[in-house]
Nanobody, 125 residues
Framework: QVQLVESGGGLVQPGGSLRLSCEAS????????MGWYRQTPGKQRELVAVISSAGSGSTNYADSVKGRFTISRDNAKNTVSLQMSSLKPEDTAVYYC?????????????????WGQGTQVTVSS
């Protein structure tokens, strides 16, 4: 099993910044990719940003956050971060860390998708 623990959410004024972090732990062999999703009440969870562990770490962002959010990761520490700037009220949501991981479960290797517990980000004056 893999556990994802998020931190860094909170309340921020419009135009402000926040940094979210997520650390994966467990008997991990590999994680690719890692990313962040968000969800508001009544809506489906949506991709915010994702980053590959291969090479220089290719990234993909939702159009709504391009130029404002930056995703990064530390492969050695199994962590992923999301630097959010120029925040808008519409960025308010619960943000979830996501990892596609291969990990030992007992004596077997299993690929699976893991989610963090979510961290609330509220952008309001």
């Amino acid at each position: 099993q893999v556990q994802l623990v998020e931190s860094g959410g909170g309340l921020v004024q419009p135009g402000g910044s926040l940094r979210l972090s997520c650390e994966a732990s467990g008997r991990i062999v590999s994680i690719n990719p890692m990313g962040w999703y968000r969800q508001t009440p009544g809506k489906q969870r949506e991709l915010v940003a994702v980053i590959s562990s291969a090479g220089s770490g290719s990234t993909n962002y939702a159009d709504s956050v391009k130029g404002r959010f930056t995703i990064s990761r530390d492969n050695a520490k199994n962590t992923v971060s999301l630097q959010m700037s120029s925040l808008k009220p519409e960025d308010t949501a619960v943000y979830y860390c996501n990892a596609n991981a291969v990990a030992w479960v007992g004596s077997s290797l299993y690929p699976s998708v893991y989610w963090g517990q979510g961290t609330q980000v509220t952008v309001s004056s």
